[in-house]
């Protein structure tokens, strides 16, 4: 009876720092006017933005790269930028997700910004299941809440991003490592933990 209220308390625990976690990325999307942003599907939009690169204008490289490099995966086309000109400049495992990602659901800026957000926010599982199987439940809490207000995190979930990905599947990585030193089913989390692990890697190799 214990242990079932004890995964009930951390099932409630876990449910709403996810949705003050969603809360905060999605009421800073609308403060931010992230509507303003270029989407680069156009191509008059990709020539601005590359003129707007050379003139040393405000818009982010990173951005420009990922989302040229999931066009064109989603196209198709392999893995380059627009043009067809390959490149080996990004690592793979960002722009192939956020390929899937306009497949599955089109081709928006918003579609990548809002994937960012969900798995940011979602981010708060693995982080209070790592955090309350090393510590406690109080000191589960306190970094869920940390997360969720920290301003790098909801930053960076709005937009088109590495960090939320590569940050959510670290701490899953991790989460099942512990899981697999502490469970007698070493096997089975040992395999999820590189899996993890490995993907992480193909988001940002200098992890490896």
Known sequence: ?????????????????FILALFLRIAFFHVTGINKKIDYFNQENLNQARRSLIDGGGLIRDELDYQEIAVS????????RSGGKP???????????LAIIFIVFGYSIYVGVLANIMISALTVIPLFYLASKLFSIR?????????????????????IYTEPLFVF?????????????SEKIKGFYQILFFIFLSFASLIKPNIL
């Open 169 to 181: 599947l670290l701490i899953t990585s991790f989460w099942l490592f512990v899981i697999n030193v």
């Open 1 to 17: 009876m214990v242990q079932n209220n004890n995964k009930k308390q951390k099932f409630v625990c876990v449910l709403i720092f």
């Open 87 to 97: 490149t080996a400049f990004r690592a793979p495992g960002f722009p192939t997700f």
């Open 73 to 80: 995966i989603a196209n198709g086309d392999g893995f380059s």
């Open 139 to 159: 000191i589960a809490s306190i970094a869920c809440l940390i997360y969720s207000f920290y301003p790098l995190s909801i930053f960076w979930s709005n937009g």
